[in-house]
């Protein structure tokens, strides 16, 4: 059996990976990455099962979306709040200097999720088609740059349990410490 026979991707293999993608928080795409791999699946193969599951996602949360959006045109509480979320996306965009652009988007959704991404999104006036485009593809960036790190640490430690801690850890670390060092270059300097 070769990597290119399709017997090997049998429905119970496809869908140990592709759960793992579902799962909306932790480890996720390391674990499913490595489960992936230890099926003898391709990476693009690995790679279409985690599109697939941003697919799923669309269907499972733009109902959602269009049912909030519905009802906040019906109750105050609800309206309020989505004012409140649109505000909040509008200051974030505007400290990227833009209105709410393909590359402003495509980073939201990678540095946060895909659900914000569609959200801030919407908030920028974007529609069902360009607005998932955007944050599938800052999504499908971050899931490739996790792949491939996740790939290289198992690698050199051999070990998947240790790769998927290190590569979580990384994943709550990294972006904290870039807002510190932005944090830092943004603070005026007191002159004596």
């Known amino acids: 059996m070769t990597l290119t026979d399709p017997a090997i991707y049998s429905l119970s293999h496809v869908w140990s990976v592709l759960k793992l993608f579902l799962i909306p928080i932790g480890g996720g795409i390391p674990a499913g990455v490595l489960v992936a791999r230890n099926q003898a699946f391709a990476w693009p193969v690995t790679t279409v099962l985690y599109f697939i599951s941003d697919l799923i996602l669309v269907c499972v949360f733009e109902p959602l979306i269009m049912l909030f959006i519905k009802a906040s045109k019906r109750s105050r509480r609800l309206s309020h709040i989505g004012e409140v979320f649109k505000q909040s996306t ?22 946060t999720d895909p659900m914000t991404g569609r959200s801030a999104a919407i908030a920028a006036g974007h529609d069902f088609v360009k607005g998932w485009m955007f944050a ?14 996740t790939l290289w640490l198992d690698g050199i430690l051999g070990d998947g349990t240790w790769t998927t801690l290190i590569i979580l850890a990384g ?12 944090e830092r270059k ?6 004596t």
């Open 136 to 149: 599938i593809s800052g999504d499908m960036l971050y899931f490739g740059i996790l792949m491939i790190s």
């Open 171 to 182: 994943m709550m670390i990294v972006p904290w410490v870039i807002r510190r060092i932005r």
């Open 90 to 111: 509008q200051k974030t965009l505007s400290r990227f200097s833009t209105t709410g652009g393909a590359f402003t988007l495509i980073m939201i959704s990678f540095g």
């Open 186 to 191: 943004v603070k005026p300097t007191l002159s």
